[in-house]
Structures are given as C-alpha cells and as structure tokens.
C-alpha cells in the first residue's frame, strides 16, 4: 500500500474512499438503510431470475472499512464498495434530500460527486484487479507457519500475473471500466480530447496529451510499475534464491525436503566467512550422519519447523555432534532480526541527515 499510495491519484481514491464509507455508514439509520436498499436490489434480481439461490449466496454486506494494520482491509473494501455502489448512491441521494443538518447534506452531495465521477470508478476497478493478484501472497505472508516454498511460488506468479496485467490489461479494465458507468449513468470522458490537469492559473502545461494518455500512462502504468518495483525489491532473484534454499532444512515430514546439495550451496553462497574451508567439507559429511540418526531419534523425529529444529538439537545434546548444522541454523533463524537491525540503523542514518 505504501508504493500504491505514492501514485498521487491512487492516494487521492482511498483518502476519498474512507471518506465515502464514513458518510455512508457513520450512523447506524443509514447503515439500516444501506442493508434495506442491498435486499431490494437482491430481491428483485432474484425474481428476474438473474441470482442463483443456495445455501451462502447473496449474502447481505456493508461496506468495509480501510485499516492500515489490517492485512487485505483494502481490497475487501474495495470489493464491497463495488458491490454496494449502487445502494451507496440511493443512501447518499436520500441524505441529500433528507439530512438534518447543512453539513451532512453538504457531505452527501461532495461524496455522491467523488463517487460518480470517472476517475474513482477507473482507479475502483484498477485496485481491485492489483490487489485482487497480490492478495495471495498477503495472506500467505501472514501466516505463522509460512511454507516458504509455496510463498516463494506465489510471489514468481504475482509477479508474472502483474506483468501480464501492465502488457495486456488496460483494454479489457477500460471495457469493464466503460460498461460499468453506462449501467450506473455516469459520464465517459472523450479519450481522444485533450487532458487538463488543473484550472484556472495553474491550467498551463507543458505536456499536451489526451485524456486516454493520461488514464493508460499517468494512472494504470505508473501504478503498476510501483507494484512491480515493490516486487522486485523486497523479493529479488538472490533473496528468493536464499529462502528456498533455507527451506532444505526444514525437518517437516520426516525430512523430506531435506537436501544436501542445497544445504551446501547454501553455506558456500550465503555464508563464506561462517565457515571455514575445512567446516564446509566436513558439513556435508555431518548432514549425511544427520539424514540416517534425525529421523529415527525420538525427540528429533516429529518436527516441522527449523525453531523446533534447533531447539531440540540443543535439548538432546546434539548440537555438540552436529555442531556445524546447529550453527547454519542458528544463522538461518536469526536471520529476520539481523535484518531488521539493519534496516534500523538505515532509518536512524536518514533521521540524522535529513531532518537533524
């Protein structure tokens, strides 16, 4: 979300965003009312027969509200604001009409702007398809118990997927884009006229492009690309290499993905000045003992983390055997903290040079 928002109008959409849903929903009388205009609309796509029934289906919502320490708290806002948009116009249409007081009618009448209007539904729909390929890695990132080896997948095809999004998506997001504000009578810009950032003294630019550039290149593009910069850097080809090489010692299923080569490579690539010349010919010897004696000792048998791991190579006295495997994963585990220790010390440094 931190590279999303620094796109000035992707910013702009979820400042606006969590604005909408607090007017819509702030009062429990119009969130009543949100619902009641939800079951009328399923109701009558039910007698149309447009709406399969069943057990779970077409489930009454609301909106959900945006928190930045909630993972995917985005995108399923997002979600239910294009499931509910229609019923969010009839609410605000009635506070307009009905408010009590001046400002909640003046707040009505700016949010049913924001909300018709063609930017919003375009980033509305750009969001959804980004986060919508990135969720699955949230959620896989998320997790306690992280497969590495699964998550490292999912980050290889979140980035394949929005690849294919930045190369073949904007004609099939503008179509859906289109035929969305036709259903809803919101005005479709002519992509061919020229585009104008501001008005009045601060109408002149330099750059003359049409509203289509402006659209494709300034908002779709450049959001896209963040996403992939933010991609490419937290999960570059030597850090991915890293974790799926750690993976061969996790002892889950009696040791199945226990590899020596890998665990070799590991030592030889990542670690040089851990070992000496001498340890990294004598631990692939150690790992072969360890292969035949792990899986049939009892306290070393029925593990599925590298944490029980080592925890029970210390338990057992058999750090002392396999000292050499006991130090590289003892270097593995402490691996998130030496990392973050650096990127502390990185972040003091700027506070010093910049703001000192």
């Known amino acids: 979300m931190a590279a999303l928002k620094e796109v000035i109008p992707v910013h ?170 036709e259903q809803h009578d919101i005005d479709i810009p002519d992509f061919n006229s020229t585009y104008v950032a501001r008005h009045g003294r601060s109408r002149h630019q330099k750059d003359h492009v049409t509203m289509e550039h402006h659209f494709r290149v300034n908002i779709f593009l450049v959001t896209v690309d963040k996403q992939l910069q933010e991609l490419n850097d937290r999960f570059s080809e030597q850090t991915m290499e890293l974790l799926t090489l750690s993976n061969a010692l996790v002892p889950k299923d009696a040791y199945k993905a226990f590899n020596i080569e890998d ?36 306290d070393l048998k029925n593990l599925s983390t590298m944490l029980e791991l080592c925890q029970s190579l210390a338990r057992t006295g058999k750090s002392r055997t396999f000292y050499l495997i006991d130090r590289l994963i003892r270097l593995i585990l402490t691996l998130p903290v030496s990392t973050a220790t650096t990127e502390r010390s990185f972040f003091a440094m700027k506070i010093i040079k910049t703001r000192l």
């Open 12 to 181: 702009q959409f979820f400042s606006n965003l969590a604005f909408i849903v607090n007017v819509v929903c702030s009062y429990s009388k119009r969130h009543d009312e949100l619902q009641a205009i939800e079951l009328d609309g399923i109701t009558q796509l039910l007698e149309m027969g447009e709406l399969e029934t069943g057990k779970g289906k077409n489930q009454i919502g609301t909106l959900k509200r945006v928190g930045d320490t909630r993972w995917s708290s985005h995108f399923y806002s997002i979600c239910s604001m294009m499931k509910l948009y229609n019923a969010s116009c009839l609410v605000l249409q009635k506070i307009i009409v009905d408010g009590s007081t001046y400002s909640q009618r003046g707040d009505a009448d700016a949010t049913l702007n924001m909300l018709s209007s063609f930017d919003f539904v375009l980033i509305l729909h750009m969001m959804k398809e980004i986060m919508g390929i990135t969720d699955g890695l949230c959620q896989a990132l998320q997790k306690q118990s992280q497969d590495i080896l699964n998550a490292m997948q999912l980050v290889c095809s979140t980035k394949i997927l929005i690849q294919k999004l930045r190369d073949d998506g904007w004609q099939n997001l503008l179509k859906g884009v289109v035929f969305f504000c």
């Open 263 to 298: 665990i070799c490579t590991l030592v030889n690539k990542y670690y040089p000045l851990d070992f000496s010349e001498q340890e990294k010919i004598s631990l692939k010897f150690q790992l072969q003992h360890f292969i035949i004696d792990a899986p049939n000792h009892p």
